[in-house]
């Protein structure tokens, strides 16, 4: 006899497609802004300590760590200098008014501790103008350190403690200086 081999069949091996991992949903990345209310307490080095009322506007980057910020800060006080009390509008006062505002623009790095903490580190020129018994307008400067907490996805609260440089000329005596350390509890609403 004959042998009767059997032919295996292959079978066509068919393609299978590439899986490929799903893509990562990126955030966008944009601008952002915050308005903040304020209390600066102002620990001066020649007057009196005093608080005033102050609101301020932040500009942010999510992808850069840096924050652009200006304020506008008021208050209205008595200054003692010797310098400042030959402005005076009565010879016999012992005390000059003077409502002080200062105006601060600060360039801040951003280091964040974690989705709702963050500490900001700047400074930047401060426009001081002072009205009433000395009206003056000068420009000054500003260190700070601001510690920020989320408390939800558009409230916040925040401190900020730092000095600023400040000095506005009587035209009379010379200069009266305004140079104080400072702190700012702050309200923060992110929109």
């Not at 915050?34 to 102002?42: F, N, Q, T, Y």
């Amino acid at each position: 006899g004959a042998v009767k081999t059997r032919a295996t069949i292959k079978k066509p091996v068919v393609a299978q497609p590439e899986v490929l991992p799903a893509p990562v949903k990126e955030e966008p990345c944009g601008w952002g802004n915050r308005l903040s209310a304020g209390v600066p307490i102002w620990m001066y080095d020649e007057e009196s300590s005093d608080v005033g009322g102050g609101v301020y506007y932040d500009i942010y980057h999510c992808c850069v760590p840096v924050n652009f910020r200006i304020g506008a800060e008021v208050n209205h006080m008595d200054a003692d200098q010797e310098n400042a009390l030959s402005a005076a509008e009565w010879s016999d006062r012992n005390d000059v008014n003077l409502t002080f505002v200062r105006i601060p623009f600060a360039v801040e790095y951003v280091h964040s501790f974690n989705e709702q903490t963050r500490l900001f580190i700047g400074g930047g020129p401060d426009i001081i103008h002072t009205a009433n018994d000395i009206t003056d307008t000068s420009v000054g400067g500003h260190l700070s350190v601001r510690l920020m907490r989320d408390l939800s996805e558009h409230m916040g609260l925040a401190v900020e403690a730092g000095y600023a440089w400040a000095r506005v000329d009587t035209d009379e005596a010379g200069d009266v200086d305004l140079d104080n350390a400072f702190i700012i509890p702050t309200l923060v609403y992110t929109f």
